[in-house]
């Protein structure tokens, strides 16, 4: 019985070790070197594009916006003219 024992610790201990490897077929750390993807950038300079950037997009709805409100009340403006004359 205890030889029946031992052989299972045994075989049970190889396929223990056998299932992980320490030896790795590929290594870990790779043989070329990393290249950075992107060249730094200054992020204030980016930071102050992007805002540029908004404040024309909001000044142009803006204006369309006006523009807007303007057509709508000349049109209101020249349907109530209209109405009063007739």
Request: aromatic residues 4%.
């Amino acid at each position: 019985m205890k030889n029946a024992i031992k052989i299972f610790i045994v075989a049970l201990t190889t396929l223990a070790f056998g299932g992980t490897s320490f030896a790795q077929a590929k290594p870990a750390v790779p043989a070329t070197r990393a290249v950075p993807s992107a060249p730094a950038v200054d992020k204030s300079e980016e930071l102050s594009k992007a805002k540029t950037k908004v404040k024309a997009k909001v000044k142009k709805t803006v204006k369309k916006a006006a523009d807007k409100v303007k057509d709508i009340t000349d049109k209101k403006e020249g349907a109530t003219i209209e109405k009063k004359t007739k």
